[in-house]
């Protein structure tokens, strides 16, 4: 299996290669003092070694660079959460896929729920952030997923491939952009769709990559909203299901590291 340090990850994916799986992101979202961060770092290199397959962490911005010198020589990749769509420029508060890249990341977060809906972001706007990580040597993790509302009006999978057709950036590849399945009433609610839901989105949107990019059927498709130790394994083995994007048990080492060795990791 390939495993991706933060040092050899970008020549990594310059050349075409597959992320190993499983694949097993976790999101801190709005939480760690510096005091906390470390630990937290700390705490999941201690557990895992090594690891075999994909595994990393998305801090907040003003601790990423310390995150990311702790944890370089791991094997646990370090990624920001979200950038600007531009590399520079007067946006007072943003930061930039190269500010993020220049402070240790490697891969960053765009197009969460928590933004799309929380903050307004268009799905113009998610593509040109999925633009800017790629030109700025970033892996982005494209997030879409629907509503309560969408789902229970049925319109799940149309949602999908509607963000996925105006999301998708014109010449993206597996190599550089995983995409990320977030229902969003299910996060962060421990509420999760059934299992054949889970493996019939995942089958729809592989279809509509299939059809965006030209290796749409190497892409990697993670699930996530309320992924816990006691149901990622069954999550992972779902058919199209080529890891997880963790929000909540993220911020616990020994929880997180349950579902990593949930997935098959070591």
């Known amino acids: 299996m390939v495993c991706y340090l933060a040092a050899g990850f970008t ?13 097993v992101f976790g999101n801190w979202k709005m939480h760690g ?11 999941l290199a201690e557990r895992v070694g090594r690891p075999s397959a994909t595994l990393g962490v998305f801090p907040p911005a003003t601790v990423l ?3 990311a010198a702790q944890l370089a020589g791991t ?9 600007h769509d531009k590399p520079k420029g007067a946006f007072t508060g943003s930061i930039s896929a190269p500010m993020l890249k220049d402070a240790g990341a490697v891969a960053v977060i765009v197009g969460h729920s928590e933004r799309r809906h929380g903050l307004g972001e268009t ?5 040109a952030k999925v633009q800017a990580a790629l030109e700025a040597g970033l892996l982005a993790i494209l997030c879409i997923g629907e509503t309560e509302a969408e789902w229970l009006e049925g319109r799940t999978l149309e949602v999908l491939e509607r963000q996925l057709d105006q999301s998708w950036p014109q010449g993206a590849s597996a190599a ?57 394994g069954a999550i ?24 990593y060795r949930a997935g098959g990791g070591a």
């Open 11 to 23: 020549a990594a994916m310059d050349q075409k290669m597959a992320l190993a799986r499983p694949i």
């Open 33 to 43: 003092l510096r005091a906390e961060a470390k630990a937290l770092a700390g705490g």
């Open 65 to 67: 660079a310390e995150v």
């Open 75 to 83: 094997g646990i990749l370090v990624g920001g959460q979200d950038c």
């Open 123 to 127: 799905d113009a706007l998610v593509r």
């Open 176 to 232: 550089r952009v995983v995409v990320a399945y977030e229902p969003v009433w299910a996060i962060g609610t421990g509420r999760t769709p059934t299992l054949d839901d889970i493996g019939r989105s995942h089958a729809a949107i592989r279809a509509r990559l299939e059809r965006l990019a030209s290796d749409g059927d190497k892409v990697a498709i993670l699930y996530g909203g309320s992924v816990k130790a006691d149901n990622a």
């Open 236 to 259: 992972m083995a779902v058919a199209g299901v080529d890891g997880v994007l963790v929000g909540g048990a993220s911020l616990d080492p020994d929880g997180f590291f349950a579902i």
